[in-house]
C-alpha cells in the first residue's frame, strides 16, 4: 500500500482554551484532527487543593501548632484521594501529575514512591519544567526504599565507596549531578545533588 505525502497533520494554531494548552491541526486521512489537547496549564481545583492543605500542614508542623502525627493522618487521607483520582483518569495534565508526584514522593511506601515516578514520567512527556529531575529522584528514593542501591547518587558504606551505574552525562541531563553529600536514614552517606 503506498502512503500518500497528504496522510499527516499540520499544525495551524496553538492556543489556550478552558485552561488546556490546544493544538489545532490541519491534514488529510487517518492522521486530521481539527483539535488535539497537548497539555493543562494549571492543576486541577481537587490537586490544588490537596497541595495547598499539605503545604499548610507542614508550615503548622515547623511552628508547632500541628503534630507529626496529625500530619501523617492528614498526609495519608491526601494520598489516598490521589490513589482514587488515579485509577478513575481524574488526573488530567502535567501540573496534576507532577504535584501528586511531589506529594506521593514524600511518603515512605515504595508503592506510593513508585507511582510518583511513573507521575513524573507522564509529565516528562508533556515537557513539564522539573518533571525529568522529578523523575529521577523519585526512582533514586523508589530503590533506596527496596534495600536497592541508588542509581543517580553514589553510597558510601563501611568506608567503601560505591559509584553509581548512570553515567555522568546522563546524571546531568536529569539535573542529578552528584554534588553534595547527605547521610541517610540507614547511616550511608548518599551523594546527590
Not at 508503592?111 to 518533571?131: K, Q
Amino acid at each position: 500500500m503506498k502512503k500518500s505525502l497528504l496522510n499527516f497533520a499540520l499544525p495551524i494554531a496553538i492556543g489556550a482554551i478552558g485552561g488546556a494548552i490546544i493544538l489545532i491541526t490541519a491534514g488529510a486521512g487517518a492522521n486530521a484532527r481539527a483539535v488535539a489537547l497537548i497539555d493543562r496549564l494549571e492543576a486541577s481545583p481537587t490537586v490544588q487543593r490537596l497541595h495547598d492543605q499539605s503545604t499548610v500542614d507542614y508550615v503548622k508542623v515547623q511552628e508547632g501548632s500541628l503534630t507529626e502525627s496529625e500530619l501523617h493522618t492528614r498526609e495519608k487521607a491526601r494520598l489516598q484521594t490521589i490513589h482514587e483520582l488515579y485509577k478513575t483518569g481524574g488526573l488530567r495534565g502535567s501540573p496534576d501529575y507532577m504535584i501528586s508526584a511531589e506529594l506521593l514522593e514524600r511518603s515512605d511506601d515504595a508503592d506510593n514512591v513508585l507511582l510518583a515516578h511513573d507521575l513524573a514520567v507522564l509529565a516528562t512527556s508533556l515537557n513539564a519544567p522539573d518533571a525529568l529531575r522529578l523523575s529521577a529522584r523519585t526512582e533514586e528514593k523508589f530503590l533506596k526504599l527496596k534495600g536497592w542501591g541508588p542509581r543517580f547518587g553514589q553510597v558510601h558504606s563501611a568506608g567503601e565507596s560505591k559509584p553509581s551505574d548512570v553515567a555522568s552525562w546522563h546524571r546531568k541531563a536529569v539535573g542529578m549531578e552528584a554534588t553534595s553529600v547527605r547521610p541517610s536514614k540507614s547511616g550511608d552517606v548518599i551523594t546527590t545533588s
